[in-house]
């Protein structure tokens, strides 16, 4: 069997290709498979070649040949980056802001002057990119030129951006020009005070990783076979939320993954929250939560929900609550774990979205009681989108979705009961997402139809 595209989502817990066709004249998803990832293996390579298997066994074929093979990966702890900048509430946020929506994994963050520990660190995580930024065009220049002195001390074979004062980029050049650093300038991420500019730091990102994506065993392996695109899979989700938002309008994400939970919005604050909002926001954010697993961290999950609550919800005694926790599979099977991992999800949903969004507080001054804003306002929001493993196969995956404005306590910026439910039915959102780096149209269209919009 012949087929023009093959992609493939290497991800913690479980491996997924993608078969698409026709692509030029009638785009079609035709078929999907995947097997668990083999990073233990010391291998990914063979988690992928067994997910093809899968998929030729769905589509009924022996052999399976493919134009192109485009990938996005989050195995091996995906995109890690640390972000190194000057004031925590300003450039620093930025910087992350910047990161996260990339995909990035951020591991270990700092603000002002790097220290020793700091080093030992950095040393120790040894991240796939380093990104410095710190002080706004015209204005402090002396942190960035330390922190970038150190780092480039440190020598270290590891990409850098720098995404700081403009001032600096000329001494910031000078300091990595004879060191082992690919050095990457962009535009300052925070250029004036309450201003974010961190677009052009997330392409570079994903461009930089693409360019460097060796770093899970036999990565190596998967980069030969590719012949298009690899992003980091919570930047696919993100290109395609976006892609998403131009047609239909303000919404958000959420991917219920095996190790974590990844919510992404594009929206902007209403009339209302912006009026007394303390600090700006990005149009398209995303949050990682990286205890709110079903999988790898579900004994986190169960630790916050509580195992008197489990056993109430899911009607069964503390024995078989301790089987199902001791026995927990990457994908569930019975009806029992199937039921468990739909509690998981929708725990790790709404806490991940809470935690996505902004609040309103109660503040008092001299001239009262005043309402403030901190935080992204989800209020405006149409449209509730799940995709992932758990939100795309679970029984009860829109019920779940539909609790998210039912848990406001009425000073979380969420939607409100109004907001639309969509489900990636054909699980394919990251798929579509590095797919839209060279077919826009065709990845926009393939996705309306997995979630069942007809235009």
């Given amino acids: ?88 509430d300003m450039t620093v946020r930025a910087a992350k802001e910047a990161a996260l929506g990339a995909g990035a994994n951020i591991k270990y963050v700092t603000a002002g002057k790097l220290r020793k520990s700091d080093l030992r ?13 710190g002080g706004v065009d015209y204005g402090e220049r002396e942190t960035a030129l330390y922190n970038s002195e150190l780092i480039a001390g440190l020598g270290l074979s590891i990409p850098v951006i720098y995404a700081g004062n403009i001032e600096n980029i000329e001494d910031v050049k000078d300091i990595f020009k004879d ?14 005070i309450d201003e974010l500019n961190i677009e052009p730091t997330r392409k570079v990102i994903q461009s930089v990783f693409e360019k460097h ?13 590719v012949t298009g695109n690899i992003m980091p899979t919570p930047g696919a989700v993100m290109q395609a939320s976006q892609l998403l938002y131009d047609k239909i309008g303000d919404l958000i994400t959420v991917d219920v993954g095996g190790a974590t939970t990844d919510v992404h919005s594009v929206t902007e604050d209403s009339e209302e929250i912006s009026r007394i ?20 961290n579900m004994k986190n999950i169960v630790e916050m929900v509580g195992e008197e609550k489990l056993i109430d919800e899911l009607q069964i005694d503390i024995e078989t609550l301790h089987k199902l926790i ?37 503040i008092y001054g001299p001239s009262g009681k005043k309402t403030i804003a901190q935080g992204k306002d989800l209020t405006g929001v149409k449209y509730l989108i799940g995709t992932g ?23 979380d910026l969420l939607p409100n009961n109004e907001v639309k439910i969509l489900i990636d039915n054909h699980y394919i959102m990251a798929s579509l997402g590095v797919m839209s780096k060279k077919y826009p149209e065709v990845a926009l269209d393939l996705l309306l139809k997995s979630f069942g919009i007809n235009e």
């Fill in 213 to 225: 994506i060796v770093h899970a065993p036999g990565m190596e392996q998967i980069r030969e076979l």
């Fill in 121 to 133: 660190k950095l040393e120790e995580i040894n991240p796939n990119i380093i990104l410095i930024a």
């Fill in 277 to 296: 909002i303390l600090s700006p926001e990005p149009k398209a954010k995303r949050t990682v939560e990286g205890d709110l697993g079903v999988y790898v």
């Fill in 389 to 411: 493993g758990a939100l795309t196969r679970l029984d009860a995956r829109m019920d779940i979705l539909r609790k998210i404005p039912l848990s406001n306590n009425g000073m």
């Fill in 1 to 88: 069997m012949k087929i023009n595209l093959l992609v493939a989502e290497i991800g913690s817990t479980t491996t997924v290709v993608n078969a698409f066709d026709d692509i030029a004249t009638d785009p079609k998803f035709i078929g999907q498979g995947q097997g668990a990832t083999s990073v233990l293996e010391g291998d990914v390579n063979i988690g992928l070649q067994n997910a093809i298997e899968d998929l030729k066994k769905q589509l009924g074929t022996d052999t399976l040949e493919y134009d192109d093979l485009i990938a996005t990966s989050s195995a091996a702890g995906g995109l890690r980056m640390s972000v190194h900048g000057l004031v925590y």
């Fill in 179 to 192: 060191t082992k650093h690919e050095l990457y300038i962009v535009e300052n991420v925070y250029p004036n």
């Fill in 326 to 362: 001791e026995n927990h599979k990457p994908i569930p099977e019975t009806t029992l774990e199937k039921r468990f991992v739909e509690v998981l999800a929708e725990h790790a949903t709404i806490t991940g979205v809470k935690r996505h969004g902004g609040k309103l507080k109660q």
